[in-house]
């Protein structure tokens, strides 16, 4: 693997670590609070119609134009590429107008959740040209712009117009900073276009990922072919996206309307923060899956070593959700916090609970970004089509039977069900092709966890059971918690990492 491109992947991670969570955790969060459960949810509902099929403004395009610019330093068939984002892009607002019509949406934030959809869909076309041209410097800062120019709009508008975010006219800002954010990368990426065209073309590229081919020549076959790769990778990149966003509108229409969307998006923009991590570490393995495979060698250390790297990370935060997850909906959103010995641990109140099941589908689905990344690396769109689409089927049927009785807590239930699902049988699919070799090893492992996991909780029963919980103040209380998931992440670790690390030490050669 080249400096370079390791280099752009540290870049890429160092920025978005340091916008993103930014973004969620204080923007988004301080708009959800002024706004209230209500408005936000209707912000939320249109935000994620809007992400329902935006596969439709990529279809691969993007790893097409990154590939004919390192290869050849130009788009060589740019009136082909622009004709099929134009169809494309027209065919994506005629889904979201249909969907809109029906599910009577208000036709101005629906626009404007468009607008900045198409927009982040040409910047990403801009990025994919910087990647082929090398300029990955470039590349980190635009791939971070706009959500930093949203963050200085929205923390000015906090600043300077406290009630800024209020009722309908409160979401026309909170998207029109997006927009703005967006206007802003996209004239920065037109100027670097126009002016950085210094390339540094390496001999071969390394790590090279596609899961669409496109040929130089203009021929039929060829055109078909790769068009027949288009569709399959629409197709699972669109189920995908319908079954993990379309919660919010089917909370609107059977689970109680937008307040109770604006609730559930409490606790799922806290998991989006969370899923920064394994879907920035997909981003890293899917080339280094790709080289092993080019050039026949086996991945089951890269396998093994990103099962366990996620296994433990996720665990370790759905732990610490379920110790504390009301303390931290509390200190977030200031919601009221319920008595603590009522709700611990089986009797949480109910945002807890729904924080806490979403939580838990981080763990299926941060084991997809290794699992399925792995699948997507040896090319079997077509298989993973059909999984989505079956787990597109079980995710919706469920919201249909749980939504009317549990409320948003079905909902997070059904997401768990649907994620465990998916992320299960690609693991399958990579035992049973003999890709990965599930050891005894493993299995001591991951049961290990799971009974420091259940003493942990046990013991912290007990102990704060058996005291009153008038005598208990709120920090001691947090402090007891927040050591009880610290003893679980270092003995969780050792086991799954630093015992490895230190037997590989210890056989060293002397000298």
């Known amino acids: ?144 712009l706009d959500r930093l120019v949203a963050v200085i709009i929205c923390g000015f508008l906090f600043w300077g117009m406290s009630d800024s975010f209020q009722g309908f006219k409160g979401i026309q800002w909170f998207l029109l900073s997006q927009s703005t954010g967006y206007v802003v990368a996209l004239i920065f990426g037109g100027y670097l276009l126009r002016f950085r065209k210094k390339m540094v073309k390496p001999d071969h590229m390394e790590g090279e990922v596609s899961s669409i081919s496109v040929s130089d020549s203009p021929d039929s076959s060829e055109l078909k072919t790769w068009l027949k790769g288009v569709f399959w990778f629409m197709a699972m990149a669109l189920s995908m996206s319908i079954f993990t966003r379309i919660d919010a509108l089917m909370i609107r229409n059977l689970g109680g309307g937008y307040e109770a969307a604006g609730d559930y998006a409490k606790s799922y923009r806290l998991l989006d923060a969370a899923l920064i991590f394994s879907t920035l570490l997909s981003t890293q393995l899917l ?62 109140s109910y945002s807890h609970w729904v924080f806490s099941l979403l939580m838990a589908a981080f763990i299926p689905m941060s084991l997809v970004h290794i699992f399925g990344t792995y699948i997507t690396a040896l090319g079997k769109m077509k298989w993973l089509t059909y999984l989505s689409v079956i787990t597109m089927g079980l995710n919706i049927s469920l919201n249909y039977i749980l939504l009317p009785t549990w409320g948003i807590a079905g909902a997070a239930f059904s997401c768990l069900l649907s994620q465990m699902l998916f992320s299960g049988m690609c693991f399958l699919y990579i035992l049973r092709h003999k890709h990965f070799s599930w050891t005894w090893k493993h299995v001591r492992m991951v049961f290990m966890v799971m009974v420091l996991a259940t003493v942990v909780i046990v013991s912290l029963w007990m102990y704060i059971d058996g005291i009153t919980s008038s005598l208990i103040e709120t920090s001691v209380r947090r402090g007891v918690l927040f050591v009880g998931w610290l003893i679980f992440v270092t003995g969780s670790g050792y086991i799954f990492f630093f015992k490895d690390l230190r037997r590989k030490w210890l056989a060293r050669p002397v000298g």
């Not at 370790?316 to 641990?345: K, M």
């Open 1 to 144: 693997m080249s400096r370079s491109f390791v280099k752009n992947l540290i870049w890429l991670q160092a920025l978005n670590w340091l916008v993103k969570p930014f973004w969620i955790l204080w923007i988004e969060r301080t708009v959800q609070n002024q706004l209230g459960s209500q408005w936000y949810g209707t912000y939320f509902v249109h935000f994620n119609v809007g992400l329902l099929f935006a596969v439709l403004l990529d279809a691969g395009l993007n790893s097409y134009v990154s590939r004919e610019v390192a290869q050849k330093g130009e788009l060589a068939h740019w009136k082909r590429f622009l004709y099929l984002r134009l169809t494309l892009g027209g065919l994506y607002i005629l889904a979201i107008l249909a969907v809109s019509l029906i599910q009577k949406l208000d036709p101005f934030l629906i626009a404007l959740v468009v607008m900045n959809q198409i927009l982040a869909s040409v910047i990403l076309t801009i990025r994919a040209v910087l990647q082929g041209r090398h300029l990955f410097v470039s590349d980190g800062i635009l791939s971070v």
């Open 287 to 348: 080339p280094m899956f790709s080289q092993k495979l080019a050039k026949g060698d086996s991945n089951h250390g890269l396998l093994s070593g990103g099962f366990r790297l996620v296994f433990w990370v996720s665990t370790s935060a759905f732990l610490f959700v379920f110790l504390l997850g009301n303390d931290i909906l509390q200190e977030l959103y200031h919601e009221e916090s319920a008595s603590f010995i009522s709700r611990f641990p089986l009797h949480l």
